[in-house]
């Protein structure tokens, strides 16, 4: 161990709670052994995990930078003000706060910010691709606002703009929120800013799955249309569990206000230091290329499991994910879930646009392709890697001990052998 870091020792952690340590190695392991396709997580580098796994936990900040309840301060002081100056460049924007805790807080805040119990928002549903805290009804957000949902058109299965027009004309909302969980194509910011302009609504984008396209400058960056953008740093981003909002200076005091005391108390000062280190990596060439390669990667992925008769909606992708429909070749999500995670290959089961089925059943899957970009997968091992998810789809089983199952996770292994993930040292 480092004599000026006290952290991160596992040999100490290992003889005091084996237990515990052994999921910790477990994880890794499991990391290592499979291909990890869910769309909203990615592998955080070593620097990253070194700030998360620091004394910088063990402190009490609430406040901000140079205006805290406590003493002591100086030092994480310097993580925040670092990270909040390093979102702002990344991003181009006139204001950060780097506090919230993960997603679902970062949007409570918008909400505290924007909107009174009872106002209404205008979002995407969650069954064509929305997000949980957009208004969904088990959510608080469903619960303390009105919230009404667009969706996507039957035919493109992209956000139907016309319908999102003619419902804030005929709502009014205060606030318009766009983006969402399972949205394969790009946004057309503009439209939304329009609509919005012309409504008299704030905009709000919640740009948690692909805000790490726009750092990389892969896609177009909502900052310059949107009053305010919340975001989760976990996903392409590549940085800790955790979250923030970038907004426009008018509305900077008010979400600072709605942050903290609002929503939340203590920040979080060893994720924030990790949010800095995950902004400094993210403004360098290679993290750009990596995000190209992501959505190079995503289209071939989703063209190839559509040779193979698991269509992709909209017919294709311009992100790092795409949805599938599975009825093609008559497996339920659930089911080709299960098929995959027995063969070493990790994913979700999704609700397609229009799903016939329950949402714990769902017609579809979501892949992603942040972490397997990350361990330096290409278009050829997408090639493969839908070969090896069709199979396991539309012939296995969910029985890991399947034959081929068993077949698949060897394919699998031997590709995640080639592409490791966080490789053992030399
Ligand atoms: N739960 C997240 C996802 O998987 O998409 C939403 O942020």
């Known amino acids: ?79 925040e003000s670092l990270a909040i100056e390093r979102a702002k460049a990344l991003f181009g924007a006139d204001h950060a706060n780097v506090q919230p805790h993960s997603g679902a807080s970062a949007n409570q805040a918008v909400y505290g910010a924007f909107l009174k119990p009872g106002e209404t928002i205008l979002a995407m549903s969650l069954p064509h691709g929305g ?24 035919d493109t299965e992209d956000i139907d703009y016309d319908e999102v027009e003619r419902l804030a004309k005929e709502h009014r909302p205060k606030v318009l929120l766009a983006g969402g969980s399972a949205i ?47 975001f989760t740093t976990h996903k392409v981003l590549r940085g800790p569990r955790s979250g923030a909002i970038v907004c426009r200076e008018e509305h900077a005091a008010a979400i600072d206000k709605a942050v903290f005391p609002m929503m939340q108390g203590g920040p979080q000062m060893h994720t924030i230091a990790a949010k800095a280190v995950n902004f400094k990596e993210c403004a360098t060439p290679e993290y750009a290329a990596y995000t190209r390669q992501v959505i190079a990667n995503a289209k071939v992925l989703a063209q190839a499991l559509g040779e ?59 892949v992603g392709t942040p972490c397997v970009t990350t361990q ?19 012939e296995g089983d969910a029985d890991p001990q399947h ?24």
């Open 308 to 366: 193979h008769g698991i269509r992709p909606t909209t017919g294709g992708t311009d992100t790092h994910l795409s949805l599938h429909d599975l009825q093609g070749v008559h497996v339920t999500g659930v089911d080709a879930e299960a098929r995959s995670d027995a063969a070493g290959i990790t994913l979700n089961k999704n609700a397609i646009p229009f799903d016939p089925q329950k949402p714990n059943i769902a017609s579809g899957i979501r």
């Open 184 to 230: 394969p194509r790009t946004i057309d910011f503009a439209r939304f800013r329009a609509i919005a302009d012309e409504v008299g609504a704030i905009f709000w984008v919640d740009a948690a799955h692909f805000i790490g396209l726009v750092a990389g400058q892969a896609i177009e960056s909502p900052v310059p249309h949107a009053d305010v953008v919340s």
């Open 403 to 426: 034959a081929v199952s068993r077949e698949v996770r060897a394919e699998v292994t031997e590709l995640v052998q080639a592409f490791p993930a966080y490789p053992r040292p030399a």
């Open 1 to 79: 161990m480092s004599d000026t870091f006290y952290g991160s020792d596992f040999d100490a952690l290992s003889a005091f709670d084996p237990e515990i340590a052994s999921v910790l190695t477990g994880e890794l392991d499991r990391l290592r052994g499979g291909l990890q396709l869910i769309a909203s997580e990615n592998l955080s580098s070593p620097e990253v995990l070194t700030a998360l796994g620091s004394t910088l936990s063990n402190k009490y900040a609430e406040g901000y930078p140079g205006r805290r309840y406590y003493g002591g301060c100086s030092e994480v002081d310097k993580a």
């Open 376 to 394: 330096g997968m290409g278009e050829d091992e997408m090639r493969t890697i839908a070969r090896l998810i069709a199979r396991a789809v539309t």
């Open 131 to 154: 997000h949980l805290t957009h208004g969904t009804k088990v959510s608080f957000s469903g619960k303390w606002f009105d919230a009404v949902h667009y969706g996507v058109d039957k």
